[in-house]
């Protein structure tokens, strides 16, 4: 397990190698989704697999979490693990660590009921700490991790997005 030591340390020796070779600092990855089995997703990246579905009321197959479980998971964790590197960045000693994301979604916009806009509706965190530091040292540093999360930075100021899509039809030629 590493502890605040071993991550100060890690993140320090990232932070030289970045500042020394800025171009080390950037990396494109991708994940890869197979549907099988009507919904269910198996999803992989980076050496790790996944599953992911719907749940048997939305037609389904309840196999694994679905896409707003892994939203939230992404957002808790991101926001989680800053906040455990930037504590052992400031040597704020850390007892507990949690992080509750809760979303609103109306579905109606995914179905295509109205216009409104699909996904989340509002998104809202809960950081819960236990340490013996000062509150507003504890504070300071969750302000810091949250404005440098990447998680966080692309929900609030959503990156532009590309689609491309690559078709291997077998059906009729097109007539003209």
């Not at 455990?84 to 507990?96: F, G, H, K, N, V």
């Not at 109205?114 to 989340?120: K, V």
């Not at 819960?128 to 100021?157: C, G, H, K, N």
Request: some cysteine.
């Amino acid at each position: 397990m590493a502890d605040p030591e071993h991550i100060r340390k890690v993140f320090e020796r990232n932070v030289r190698a970045i500042e020394l070779r800025p171009g080390i600092g950037k990396s494109t990855t991708v994940a890869t989704v197979r549907v099988y089995d009507g919904t269910t997703c198996e999803v992989t990246g980076s050496g790790w697999t996944l599953t992911a579905d719907l749940g048997l009321s939305d037609g389904g197959n309840n196999a694994g979490p679905g896409p707003g479980v892994y939203s939230r998971a992404a957002l808790g964790s991101c926001l989680a693990i800053g906040y455990a590197q930037w504590a052992a960045m400031r040597q704020i000693p850390l007892d507990s660590l949690r992080v509750e994301v809760e979303t609103n979604f109306d579905a109606r916009g995914m179905f295509g009921i109205d216009d409104r806009q699909p996904g989340f509706t509002r998104v809202r965190y809960r950081v819960f700490i236990e340490s013996p530091a000062d509150a507003s040292e504890i504070e300071e540093m969750v302000e810091q991790a949250d404005r440098l999360s990447p998680t966080l930075a692309d929900l609030r100021d959503p990156v532009p997005v590309e689609r491309e899509i690559i078709i291997h039809s077998r059906g009729k030629p097109d007539a003209s």
